[in-house]
């Protein structure tokens, strides 16, 4: 009986661990086992799956027969076991948190409903030590080795690591895989292996599973590539058959199926530069590769303060050689209209771009192309023939089209008034002569929601224009100003 | 006829026959061999027997062929002629003492006066130098082309005498950077002077031949034109310039692969006052007249690609038959042996299509040879267009009221149609008639008439059900017009072998064995290409893939790269 009082030890440890999440350890150097007594109620928080712990209080029994109504269940109906990996631990460790809040990437650590209010997680002190100012990747390294080196037993390790989990984006390093495996390594090694089949069947140690399933669903929603270190901790941890391993493997599948199915990818990193990120929002919009991306108007430095006005946003334009001959051909009796601004995500930025459009020509205004009968010297362009395909080779899918207006150019700029897009106007001027006999209508959508605030951060939603427009209707969403 | 008296089993099938087939049996000769394929029919009379020239002509082009081919061995020094880029004075003077300048320029205008065949034959040695091949081309075949086309006898009298003797040299000007065979993006533009008596011609003109030693330019420009309806429409026309009129400058000379000695270049005109009387036919008329040129100047070409692979073939057979390789002979190996069956087999045929085409071209009356001409020329992907569509479209005119019929279900004809696919597929035998005891092919080389009268009729019954399924619309489906094209050029290849072979060996001329050998060979392998050729247009065949090669393109030029992933990328 060997075996029995290895894990006796092993839960005590966990218990501590658990201990220590309530943030009543306030001695870390507490002896083991008198921490334990302190805290009886945090015994059902280890859920050890271990049934012959001697300390098995009520809540490792209820689960023990859960465990088996589930094993028995999953036998009878025949449902392959591996597949429903959440059902089961669902029951056993009270815990929906990974799985419940879809916003936060972040989950959080399992919240025992009979627990007063939380104090201040444990080892915040870790990351508070780091120097201040200096939160980048070195300063969270050396805050995960404090904890390896305050703890030579690893006491608290699942509290740290979601703690860790929680300050990675703080630190700008959420996207780092060395920091994830370092965060893994924390684990201490051997110790959760399942060593005999009820084990197996059983979850071994749940709550240090569903830390290291923590660990590996943050670095999946930021497609974070586990690699051949993250396998070879995972089986140090927790053997091959255990959960994290089972995510490990479907990351390892899904993620190279998945990672070039964008047909229009973006790079990992986006650029920080304002005028580079409408570049590549403008690029991603514009099918045609032959268009041009000016820069009109390049940001001045010190629009930093909320003081700045539009004159010095930068305006970045696209337009395609087509859409300019559609320009110079248009009807200047016609106007045409900038509207915006529309919404457009790139990863986790939110970019806002104007285009200046017209409304469809009316039926009988538009020319009819005719083919000339002199065209090609060298056979003929068309035949004298009376019937056409037929409708076995008529490949085209049958769709009512909804015709709409052209688009002559599109632009993102850091301000969206109508001083700034003016501005863009007249730069198109420059290589559209034929915009300046056409008015220009703007039609601007007053507000763009908070996200515009949180996006651009450098002024309020679109003020209204400044003084420079004579009848202004105020209050409404269309603002019109002929433009020459 | 044959085919239809066949398949008319009953009576209103007949019925049905007479009425749309009677025009055709009644009118006469007006169609071209070619044109006929498209109707899966071989209009015998055209190409056989094989044509012959009298024993009048051919003493004739024997004179003039020998000086000239002993010229070209000793004299002309192809070698030097590619090193400097240029053909040596005095080279082009014996040329024009030869009269070579003037081949098809009548004999009133000081020139030759050559038929098409003895123009082929004499081309099949000019050939033997590139540079000088392309250089008189460039003169004859298209720049004075047009003269002699359309030209008054005012233009006639006052060009073609310099022209034809080399005094002075013509060159051909219709290509522009903006423009290949596109004419409605032409540039260079003339404008009428205000005394009513000049064009002022302004624009520049890409890769002439000749453009730097040429002294008379034909030149294409746009011009105005009142239309009958009295709107003003921009319409091409042809002049003829001189370089003295002034204002006429040349580039610098291209360098080019094998034809460096011939000159050419880019031709600019600024302000050029070209002379009323110098517009080549009518005003407005340029679009036509270029096309004449285009399409009659064609036909020599055959004749001077088999020229050169004949002269090729001398020499590579020399060096194969010395050369020694592991203590054998090169001329020992199977692989080289293929290769000089292969020149043999394809300088057989250009030979026998060009010399079958010139001899319709001499055929009395204007016979409309136009798709033969390109087809012995056509080796280039804008001629197969022509081929095609010019056939089609006659095809296409002629089964009109048929394809009428089947489209609005006319019961006779759809069950006609369908009894006749099932005839096909079991497996029918096709005669044309080129066989047989009365046959005009002879019995050594009916097997390879067999194959040709088989091709032939499944090649009018894929173009029947081409024009069903894309009707007008064919002309966007250029993958099925090539191969339509390609198919027809192996058609006529082999009715030209085939027709040659059997008069060599009826008249018992020296080695016809080899030429019935020659035959064989490539009537079997053009047949199994026609044969796979005809498959790939049938629309569900396993080897019809232009979906997939058009998807594939579309993809490729959407990101305009080549897209996939490099063989040594990782996902991970």
């Known amino acids: 009986m060997r075996q029995p009082r290895l894990r006796e030890v092993k839960a005590v440890s966990s218990g501590h661990a658990a201990g220590g999440q309530l943030g009543q350890n306030s001695n870390p150097r507490l002896p083991v086992f008198s921490q334990r007594s302190q805290n009886p109620g945090s015994q059902p928080q280890s859920c050890c799956g271990c049934p012959t712990s001697r300390g098995m209080s ?60 939380k104090p201040l997680s444990p080892h915040e002190e870790l990351f508070r030590l780091a120097p201040d100012g200096a939160r980048d990747k070195a300063s969270f390294v050396q805050a995960v080795q404090n904890f390896g080196q305050h703890n030579v037993r690893k006491r608290g390790h699942v509290d740290f690591i979601y703690l860790a989990l929680r300050k990675m984006r703080d630190y700008g390093v959420e996207k780092d895989l060395t920091v994830y495996n370092l965060l893994l390594d924390v684990f201490p090694k051997e110790v959760f292996k399942p060593r005999n089949i009820f084990q197996k069947i059983f979850i071994h140690y749940p709550r240090q599973q569903e830390c290291g399933l923590a660990v590996l669903e943050q670095m999946e929603n930021h497609g974070v590539m586990p690699n051949k270190e ?20 479907r990351m390892k599948l899904w993620f190279s199926r998945f990672k070039n199915i964008n047909p229009f990818p973006m790079p990992r990193d986006l650029p920080k530069d304002p005028v580079d990120l409408a570049t590549l929002g403008l690029r991603h919009i514009e099918p045609d590769l032959s268009a041009r991306v000016t820069v009109y108007q ?187 | 006829m044959m085919i239809f008296g066949l398949r008319a089993r009953t009576c209103w099938a007949l019925g049905s ?70 053909i040596p004075t005095e080279t082009l003077e014996k040329l024009k003492s030869l009269g070579l300048f003037g081949m098809q320029v009548p004999e009133e205008y000081g020139g030759l006066g050559l038929s098409n065949t003895m123009y082929a034959r004499l081309g099949e040695i000019v050939s033997l130098d590139g540079s000088i091949a392309v250089t008189l081309a460039a003169h004859q075949a298209i720049g004075l082309k047009g003269i002699i086309l359309a030209g008054s006898e005012e233009q006639k009298a006052k060009y073609l005498p310099k022209l034809a003797s080399g005094e002075h040299i013509a060159a051909f000007c219709l290509t522009e950077p903006a ?25 520049s003109k890409v890769w002439i031949t000749n453009g730097g030693l040429a002294s008379i330019f034909t030149v294409f420009a746009k011009t105005s034109v009142v239309d009958s309806d009295g709107s003003v429409k921009d319409k091409m026309t042809a002049f003829i310039v001189e370089r003295d009129f002034g204002g006429v400058t040349n580039g610098k000379p291209e360098d080019k692969l094998g034809i460096r000695g011939s000159n050419t270049c880019e031709v600019h005109f600024e302000n050029t006052k070209v002379p009323i009387e110098n517009v080549l036919g009518e005003v407005g008329g340029g679009f036509k007249v270029a096309m004449n040129i285009l399409n009659s100047g064609r036909f020599s070409m055959g004749s001077a690609v088999a020229g050169m692979l004949k002269k090729l073939i001398e020499m590579t057979a020399e060096y194969a038959c010395t050369r020694k390789q592991f203590n054998r002979n090169l001329s020992e190996f199977g692989l080289i042996q ?21 001899g319709m071209l001499d055929q009395p009356g204007f016979p409309d040879c136009s798709i033969e001409a390109a087809m012995v020329k056509g080796t280039n992907e804008i001629l197969r ?39 096909d597929s079991l497996g029918r035998t096709v005669d044309l008639g080129l ?138």
């Open chain 2, 435 to 572: 066989t047989g005891n009365l046959g005009v092919v002879h019995p050594s080389v009916a097997d390879s008439a067999n194959k040709l009268e088989e091709n032939v009729y499944y090649f009018g019954r894929t173009v029947e059900t081409l024009l069903l399924r894309f009707g007008k619309t064919i002309v966007e489906e250029q993958m099925v017009l090539k191969r339509v094209a390609n198919i027809l050029i192996n058609l006529y290849g082999m009715t030209a072998v085939l027709s040659r072979a059997s008069r060599s060996m009826r008249a018992g001329l020296r080695n016809h064995d080899h030429e019935v050998l020659l035959a064989n060979i490539f009537c079997t392998e053009a047949y199994c290409q026609n044969l796979f050729t005809l498959s790939q247009l049938d629309k569900y065949s396993p080897e019809n893939l232009d979906e997939q090669i058009k998807k594939v393109s579309q993809q490729v030029l959407e990101r305009r790269a080549y897209i996939c992933a490099h063989p040594l990328d990782r996902t991970s």
């Open chain 1, 298 to 484: 390049m940001a001045s430095s010190k629009d930093s303060t909320g003081t700045a006005d539009s004159t010095e946003q930068h305006i970045v334009g696209i337009q395609s050689p087509d859409q300019q001959a559609a320009l110079a051909r248009h009807n200047p009796a016609r106007p045409i209209f900038v509207e915006g601004p529309f919404s457009l995500w790139l990863r986790d930025r939110c970019v806002y771009y104007h285009i200046l459009r017209a409304d469809l020509e009316p039926p009988e205004e538009r020319e009819v192309e005719e083919i000339p009968e002199e065209w090609n010297l060298y056979y003929p362009i068309q035949l004298d023939l009376k019937y056409g395909r037929s409708g076995w080779d008529d490949y085209e899918f049958d769709i009512d089209e909804v015709e709409e207006g052209p688009v002559f150019a599109i632009c993102m700029a850091g301000a969206h008034d109508q001083a700034t897009l003016a501005k863009w106007i007249k730069g198109l001027q420059e290589t559209n002569p034929a915009l300046a006999q056409i008015p220009v209508i703007f039609r601007l959508t007053a507000s763009t929601g908070e996200l515009l605030a949180s996006s651009s951060g450098l002024e309020e939603p679109c003020p209204p224009p400044p003084q420079e427009e004579e009848e202004e209707e105020d209050n409404t969403q269309r603002q019109q100003q002929g433009q020459s």
């Open chain 2, 179 to 203: 423009s290949g065979s596109d004419a409605a993006s032409i540039r260079t533009r003339a404008s009428l002077s205000e005394d009513k008596k000049h064009y002022i011609l302004n624009g």
């Open chain 2, 338 to 358: 293929e290769k000089f069956a292969l020149m043999a087999q394809k300088a057989y045929v250009m030979e026998s299509m060009a010399y079958l085409t010139a």
């Open chain 2, 385 to 423: 267009m022509y081929i095609a569509l010019t056939g089609l479209q006659h095809a296409g005119r002629i089964l009109t009221a048929r394809i009428n019929e089947l489209k609005r279900g006319n019961v006779t004809t759809v069950l006609e149609t369908v009894g006749r696919r099932l005839r």
């Open chain 1, 230 to 249: 993250t396998e070879f901790l995972l089986i140090q941890i927790f053997g091959r058959k255990s959960y994290p391993m089972l995510k490990f493997v």
């Open chain 2, 17 to 86: 026959f007479a009425v749309s087939r009677r025009p055709l049996r009644s009118s006469p000769r007006t169609h071209a061999f070619a044109k006929e394929l498209f109707l899966g029919r071989i209009e015998k009379k055209d190409v056989f027997p094989f044509p012959e020239v009298s024993q009048d002509e051919l003493n004739e082009i024997n004179h003039f062929v020998g000086p000239i081919e002993k010229f070209f061995t000793e004299e002309v020094d192809s070698r030097k002629i590619d090193q400097e880029g240029k």
């Open chain 1, 58 to 117: 009520w809540a490792q029994a209820i689960m023990l027969a859960r465990g088996w109504r589930g094993i028995c269940g999953a036998a009878l109906t025949g449902a392959p076991f591996s597949q429903v990996p959440f059902q089961v631990p669902r029951g056993l460790h009270c815990s929906v948190a990974t799985h419940s809040s879809d916003s936060s990437l972040v989950p959080r650590p399992p919240k025992p409903l009979w627990q007063p209010a």
